[in-house]
């Protein structure tokens, strides 16, 4: 890792990874925020925006994408979170606290370990819109699918982007291009390994077009803390217009109150 230096005495290397940057006032928690498959950091301000001030919403900019689009792509989980865990270690956080969505879960958990292994305490894992350190994507987004195929199961999953990328082939594809690296991010690294120290809060949309066989209480081996979950209105991508309800249920987790659980209402 370089040691180049930009304003205010980040490291480049170290800045480029977290949208935002890391040259501000940090408040007690850093809730570090991993995408979903082919999706980017930005995302993560709108959701999980009311969660801030409490707590500082810090998206993670993978390679390959927004600010960082003319970076290849990692292909390798095991590579991607090594140098992440890097990264995290150096930035100075106060205390971590990580969330992930989709793909962003496995990335989350196994950056958990990572970082646990190496002595940094994480204080909280939230996983949302995945299934379990067993689920396998492989029969929805074949790497080497055409692009029409992984295209529909996107529009399938209620992806908040999918109008533009039939309308604007050069969005469609830098999307499928990181989308395919992306599926070898998660098809060479799903959550295997000892339990995390830190407690897990699984949330999911309930009308997830995705999780057909899920056993979601299989996260709570993945962890020797507690593990809660929470089942929120909305598709896999429930996020967009649940982002108050998960910001609540991240500010009480990371307080250590009792987290109560949400009523779900069946759609009009």
Known sequence: MRADTAAGGVPEDL???????????????????????????????????PAEPEVDVVPVQLPGRETRLTEPPFTDQPTLIAELADVVRLAGFHR???????MGAVLAVNLCRVLEAAGI????????????????????????????????????????????????????EMVLRVIRADLGLVLTGLVAGPPVQAPI??????????????????WATVTRATCTSH??????????????????????????????????????
């Open 201 to 218: 809060t699984v949330v999911n949309g309930k009308d997830d077009p995705t999780p057909a066989g899920w056993d979601l209480n299989e």
């Open 15 to 49: 800045d480029r990874w977290f949208l935002g940057g890391l040259d501000r006032a940090w408040g007690d928690t850093q809730l570090l925020c991993l995408p979903h498959s082919g999706g980017n950091g930005s995302s993560y301000r709108a959701w999980l925006a």
């Open 121 to 172: 305490q994480v204080a909280h894992v939230f996983v949302s819109g995945h299934g379990g350190p067993s689920q396998r994507p492989e029969a929805r987004f074949p790497i080497d699918a055409p692009d029409e195929t992984i295209l529909d199961a996107l529009g399938a999953t209620g992806a908040p982007n999918y109008e533009a990328l039939l309308r604007y082939p050069d969005l469609r």
């Open 231 to 268: 089942l929120l209105p909305g598709d896999h991508f429930y996020l967009v217009g649940q982002g108050e309800e998960v910001a609540r249920i991240i500010r009480t987790s990371l307080s250590g109150r009792p987290v109560p659980r949400t009523p779900t209402r069946d759609k009009d």
């Open 96 to 102: 971590i606290a990580l969330f992930g969505h989709s």
